[in-house]
Nanobody, 114 residues
Framework: QVQLVESGGGLVQPGGSLRLSCVTS????????VAWYRQAPGRHQELVASLDSDGITNYQDSVKGRFTISRDNAKNTVFLQMNSLKPEDTAVYYC????????WGQGTQVTVSS
């Protein structure tokens, strides 16, 4: 049974930082590409960042230089370090592993507000 559990969301002021985690089970995690998506109210879900099994990363233009996706294969976990947060980053963040599969976490709310 595949499970993805996200954590690390919360309320943060503009300019602040958060680190999201997604612990996976039931998949051969090191072999797969992984990704973070987000969905803001009234908007479609969008890809935030992806990380291939060989270390290649891809970022949405709006988060380049501010967000970093990483993984710990020994812990079957993918991370999203988010710095210099902006109000427009407010959304529910989801991990998707393997990237492109039907497997998603439950989501973690990130709210950026003063």
């Amino acid at each position: 049974q595949v499970q993805l559990v996200e954590s690390g969301g919360g309320l943060v002021q503009p300019g602040g930082s958060l680190r999201l985690s997604c612990v996976t089970s039931g998949i051969n995690f090191p072999a797969y590409n992984v990704a973070w998506y987000r969905q803001a109210p009234g908007r479609h879900q969008e890809l935030v960042a992806s990380l291939d099994s060989d270390g290649i990363t891809n970022y949405q233009d709006s988060v380049k230089g501010r967000f970093t996706i990483s993984r710990d294969n020994a812990k079957n976990t993918v991370f999203l370090q988010m710095n210099s947060l902006k109000p427009e980053d407010t959304a529910v963040y989801y991990c998707n592993a393997p990237h492109g599969s039907i497997y998603w976490g439950q989501g973690t709310q990130v709210t950026v507000s003063s």
